[in-house]
């Protein structure tokens, strides 16, 4: 910061409303030098769009640009350009009209050159009228080439351009018989000679040369069979129609000669195609239809050819759409590419730059675009020149080498060039132009491997400037497009901007501004802040900013609180009064204020944004805002109605339980939530758990309470009894205990099964009673009793001995066996002694 009156300024950085300075690479080191190569006097550039620089032709000779500058051409006879040369140094850049006499007036739009030689033609009323001349860079090698209508009369009726061929011009003149047809001169009034008379008579052919083609040249010329297409290598024997493509006396009007190779396109008018694309390698074979695009006699005009690599690439417009197309030189491999936005307008040009082909769109809805194109539909896009949401887009096309340069005005004070490569990383700034024009130059000129522009410079006026490829030219930095600078005071400002900073350039420097400091800045308006600097190469940095003064700084607001906390009784919410603020105004006047909802209102439960707001007389406004939160320190009733549940056990995982709850009820908020560990209905383990219930107001105030939920078992097992037992023994004493087992089932846990007496127990004969008792985990017991007989049975050894048991399998029939067996021994026995007795 620094201070300035006694108040504070910011710099210039820091008051940047609008514009980053680059698309891809930030303002990053500009990479090419910009120098002053002359002024360029008695332009106006107030009356025209463009500066003759770069509306009339130029011609190189002998490493020299040769071009016109001086006053706006207002007639046909009115023709005040001068001549002049530029080696590409500020002292080798020099008017050279001196090389006519002062009696002859050149004709700036037929300036030629051929390796050695400039030509055009030049006009005088006391000499020879118009006609053809030439130069060397010389007064004394300047001179007419041919009188070729002696006296004042014009061998050239017409101005028109001579077209280089070879070490020759061609160029179309009058004979002595008046009739017009092509000429060629070599510089010398022996080598200007008319090539053919390709309509014999006083008319002429009105010859119109179209462009080379491999080691001829082509032209159209109204011969007996009507305008048709024609070749030339200088010889009338190598001057020949090359076919006649509208039969008869009729005429194909050939035009638009491009190269690729060794063949050339062009289209004419064949009467069955309509106006359609052919091709020719200059002779009447090699001269063919290559396609008519679309079927029928009415064909779109085409425009623009440019070859790219082993494609053409051309317009195609048929009434107000114009789409892009290639061809290969087949009819099968002539096909359209893309379509332009359907709502261009303006004429669209091709620019090749390296291996892609650029061109500029102009929409009514889709604004300006720039496309690039390999010749496929696929790789025919946008190129994105976006940067923050604002669109960069340039004002013209120009090729560099291999790559597409193009001017941009950042804002209507300044201008830059830039570079793309189709992508946005590859779109950047090159550098910043001394400009002070309202709109940007129209083109380019490459010279070696500069380029030369025309632009209006704030401090050195309309000049021609020369920009190279240099890392080390210098630049400012720190130089916003648009920057608002704050008024002070009912008139504005003053000046007080730091100087941008400055990088690079070799010392010593000189800085120039258009705004000294504590120059007045008037308010409100707009206005172009120039810097330029110079370093000791002569190489010239340019800096312009679109300043506005305006009354930017708000009123100021002191005493807002951050936060109001509030306590209410009441659900209708709490009167609420503010703590009291103030408002300073810096540049005095009246400021209205504000305060929303006022001071005073009820407002209600809960959080409300309460904004002040001061607002100056030019709508400068400043705001404060803070929360006022109306809360209910009060917590709700407890939910809890019950404080115990008690419910039996289900199983082995115990039970599900349920409870009764208090109404909601709350002073101030009309909701309440509850939140609870556990909810009604869920299943509880054995023993007791316990639950609490949380019930939370609308401002966050909350209550708990608990209730113990014991699950238990209480019910004892349901035990079953075998039925009564009879144990026979032989023996007097008894026998052991012996008897089925009881069954117990339990639904919460497993029950353990008791006997008294046990089995195994010593039971005397008699009748004895079983105590049996089931009892689960919980303690919970189950009693039954049976009976046991124990019968004293001499026989019942013996009768369990031989196996005097009932049954039916092999045992108890072996059983009886013996039974019978032992019967049948016992009465052999009885029989023998009775026979003994």
Request: charged share 20%; proline share 7%; hydrophobic share 35%.
């Amino acid at each position: 910061m620094m201070t300035v009156s006694g108040r504070a300024w910011l710099s210039a950085l820091a008051l940047v409303a609008v514009g980053g300075p680059a698309l891809a690479a930030g303002d990053g080191p500009d990479s090419v030098s910009v120098r002053q190569l002359s002024k360029l006097p008695d332009e106006n550039v107030f009356s025209s769009l463009v500066t003759n620089f770069e509306s009339q032709p130029r011609a190189l000779l002998n490493g020299q640009l040769y071009f016109f500058t001086g006053p706006r051409v207002e007639s046909y006879e009115h023709r005040p350009l001068t001549l002049w040369a530029t080696d590409g140094t500020a002292q080798g850049t020099r008017s050279v009209q001196d090389l006519v006499p002062a009696s002859a007036v050149m004709d700036p739009m037929t300036l030629a050159a051929v390796p050695g030689r400039l030509f055009f033609s030049a006009w005088s009323y006391s000499a020879s009228g118009r006609e053809l001349w030439t130069s060397d860079g010389t007064a004394q090698g300047t001179h007419v080439v041919r009188d070729i209508q002696p006296g004042v009369a014009s061998g050239v009726r017409s101005p028109n351009l001579p077209v280089a061929f070879g070490d020759s011009v061609l160029f179309v003149a009058e004979g002595s018989e008046g009739d017009s047809e092509i000429w060629k001169s070599d510089g010398t009034e022996a080598g200007t000679v008319r090539i053919k008379d390709v309509l014999p008579g006083p008319q002429g052919s009105f010859p119109s040369i179209l462009g080379r083609c491999g080691d001829a040249m082509l032209f159209s010329a109204a011969g007996p069979e009507g305008r048709e297409l024609w070749r030339t290598d200088g010889t009338e024997a190598g001057t020949w129609r090359v076919r006649d493509i509208h039969p008869g006396v009729g005429s194909s009007n050939p035009s638009a000669i491009t190269a690729m190779g060794s063949t050339c396109f062009f289209t004419v008018d064949d009467v069955q195609h309509g106006r359609a694309l052919w091709k020719t390698d200059g002779t009447e074979k090699g001269t063919a239809l290559v396609s008519d695009l679309v079927a029928g006699r009415f064909e779109p005009a085409l425009s623009q050819f440019t070859a790219l690599g082993d494609t053409l690439l051309f317009l195609a417009q048929d009434g107000q759409q114009v789409d892009l197309w290639r061809t290969d030189g087949t009819e099968a491999g002539t096909l359209p590419v893309k379509a332009l936005p359907r709502d261009i307008t303006g004429t669209v040009t091709l620019v090749r730059a390296g291996a892609r082909v650029y061109y500029l769109t102009q929409g009514t809805g889709s604004g300006r675009q720039l496309w690039m194109t390999d010749g496929t539909a696929e790789k025919t896009t946008v190129v994105p020149l976006e940067d923050a949401g604002q669109q960069r887009v340039p004002s013209f096309l120009a090729a560099w080498g291999d790559e597409l340069v193009f001017y941009r005005a950042p804002n209507e004070w300044g201008a830059e060039l830039w570079r793309t490569d189709g992508t946005a990383q590859g779109t950047y700034r090159l550098a910043r132009v001394p400009s002070s024009r309202t709109y940007s130059p129209s083109t380019v000129v490459s010279f070696g491997d500069s380029l030369l522009v025309p632009d209006d410079s704030n401090f050195q006026g309309l000049s021609l400037w020369r920009l190279d490829r240099d890392a080390t030219a210098p630049a400012f930095r720190d130089c916003p497009a648009h920057l608002d600078v704050p008024a002070t005071h009912a008139q504005g400002t003053e000046m007080h901007l730091p100087v941008p900073t400055l990088t690079g350039g070799q010392a010593p420097l000189t800085v120039r501004t258009s705004h000294p400091e504590g120059t007045p800045l008037s308010m409100p308006m707009g206005f172009g802040v120039y810097y330029e600097a110079e370093d000791a190469q002569g190489r010239v940095a340019a800096c312009a900013m679109d300043v506005t003064v305006a009354d930017l700084t708000p009123p100021t607001i002191q005493g807002c609180p951050s936060e109001l906390i509030v306590n209410t009784r009441s659900s209708q919410g709490a009167t609420v009064y503010y703590p009291p603020f103030t408002v300073t105004e810096e540049s005095g006047g009246d400021v209205i204020t504000s305060v929303i909802p006022e001071n005073g209102s009820t407002l209600p439960v809960g959080t409300t944004l309460v904004t002040m707001t001061a607002r100056d007389r030019v709508g400068n406004t400043s705001t404060c805002a803070f929360p006022v939160t109306v809360r209910d320190g009060q917590p709700p009733a407890a939910a809890c109605k019950v404080s115990e549940v008690r419910v039996e056990a289900e199983g082995p995982d115990g039970a599900r339980a349920w409870w009764p709850e208090a109404d909601a009820s709350d002073n101030v908020s009309a909701r309440t939530t509850t939140s609870r560990t556990h909810s009604p209905g869920d299943l509880f383990p054995l023993g007791i758990t316990r639950v609490q219930l949380t019930r939370t107001d609308e401002a966050g105030n909350s209550r708990a309470c608990e209730i113990q939920v014991k699950v238990r078992d209480s019910r004892p097992p349901a035990l079953t009894c075998p039925e009564d037992v009879t144990l026979k023994t032989a023996v007097m004493s008894g026998t052991r205990a012996d008897y089925p087992l009881a069954t117990a089932e339990d639904t919460v846990s497993p029950a353990e099964i008791l006997y008294t007496p046990e089995l195994g127990t010593p039971l005397a004969p008699g009748m004895h009673s079983v105590q049996v008792t089931a009892l689960d985990r919980a303690g919970n017991a189950a009693l039954c009793n049976f009976h046991v007989a124990v019968e004293y049975d001499p026989t019942s050894d013996m009768s369990r001995s031989l196996g005097c048991s009932v049954g039916s399998g092999p045992a108890s029939g072996a059983g009886w066996a013996a039974l019978l067996l032992l019967g049948w021994t016992l009465s052999r026995r009885k029989k023998g002694t009775e026979h003994d007795a």
